[in-house]
């Protein structure tokens, strides 16, 4: 099994030896700390919303959120789901509970994917999860057109991949049920096969130009 960032398995994940600990560096990031700024990178001002999500987290996307940028629950018909758990499986150790690693993301990552409020904190997160991120979902072209971007072992990325497809295919499919139900409102032929579907269609159409023609 591949994985993206082998260099964070370690038998010890709390040796920060290659880290320079600072405490001046450590108290910054902690509650109540505004957010610093250097240039064009700054960290975000802390508040009670990041202890309640870090211990007592409302949603499917909070619950999992030191993953990254997480999808909630009933996101695009509940497809992510199964990769979400299945990156959980892989990211959480077994002894580690869920709100720590959150609290690592907060104070660590300023809940972010790009950015560090304390490089010690954030170098753990990645050692705890192995580097296995949700880094982004999106759709392009069409709603169904979903693209889906993570970091993890090769079989996450396999189902990432496998759940974009079948994403695709039933939009495709949904869509032109859609287009044919605006030439013929009663269709119901939904058994049809995705291509048999686009033939019947193409079928509409060429009837509709012969009898623009005709006219």
Not at 9 to 26: A, E, G, H, V
Not at 36 to 45: A, E
Not at 157 to 169: G, S, V
Not at 185 to 197: R, V
């Amino acid at each position: 099994m591949t994985q993206i960032n082998p260099e964070y398995y370690d038998s010890d994940p709390f040796n920060m030896k290659k880290s320079k600990f600072s405490i001046k560096n450590f108290g910054q990031s902690l509650l109540f700390w505004k957010g610093r700024k250097k240039g064009v990178i700054h960290t975000r001002d802390l508040d009670w919303d990041d202890i309640r999500y870090i211990f007592f987290p409302r949603r499917f996307s909070e619950k999992y959120g030191y993953l990254g940028s997480v999808p909630d629950y009933n996101n695009y018909d509940k497809v992510m789901v199964p990769l979400v758990l299945a990156m959980d499986y892989e990211a959480k150790p077994w002894w580690c509970p869920r709100w720590f690693l959150r609290f690592l993301q907060v104070f660590g990552n300023d809940s972010s994917i790009v950015r560090v409020r304390n490089r010690t904190l954030s170098n753990l997160h990645k050692r705890l999860t192995k580097g296995i991120t949700f880094y982004d979902y999106k759709t392009k072209w069409e709603w169904y057109d979903l693209r889906i971007s993570v970091a993890g072992p090769e079989y996450i990325q396999d189902l990432a991949d496998a759940i974009e497809d079948h994403y695709y295919k039933i939009g495709v499919r949904d869509h032109t049920i859609k287009q044919i139900k605006t030439f013929e409102p009663e269709f119901d032929k939904t058994y049809m096969t995705t291509k048999d579907l686009d033939d019947y269609l193409e079928t509409l159409y060429a009837k509709e130009e012969n009898n623009e023609q005709s006219n």
